[in-house]
């Protein structure tokens, strides 16, 4: 019988102190794990830093800028036009 209790108490001590807390640790990651994909597909891959380090925005063609694109260059043609007229005529 001394055999069998003592089996018995190694098995619970076993558990008390290598099943329990390997549980619990796995408990814990497989939580921290769950809410980390949760806030990834939810709130965190629209936030343009976090695409930017995780290489989901895609980057857009730079297009160039027209030669007359305002206000400001036509008056400064008109000027450059006018200047040049100017020297011709005299």
Do not use: C, D
């Amino acid at each position: 019988m001394a055999g069998g209790s003592s089996l018995a108490a190694a098995s619970e001590l076993a558990v008390l102190f290598v099943f329990r807390p390997v549980l619990a640790v796995a408990f814990v990651l497989s939580f921290i794990l769950l809410s980390w994909y949760v806030a990834w597909r939810t709130v965190l891959v629209h936030v343009p830093l976090v695409q930017e380090i995780a290489g989901l925005r895609r980057k857009k063609p730079v297009k160039p800028k027209p030669l007359n694109r305002g206000r400001i260059a036509r008056f400064y043609e008109s000027q450059a036009q006018r200047n040049s007229k100017s020297e011709g005529t005299s």
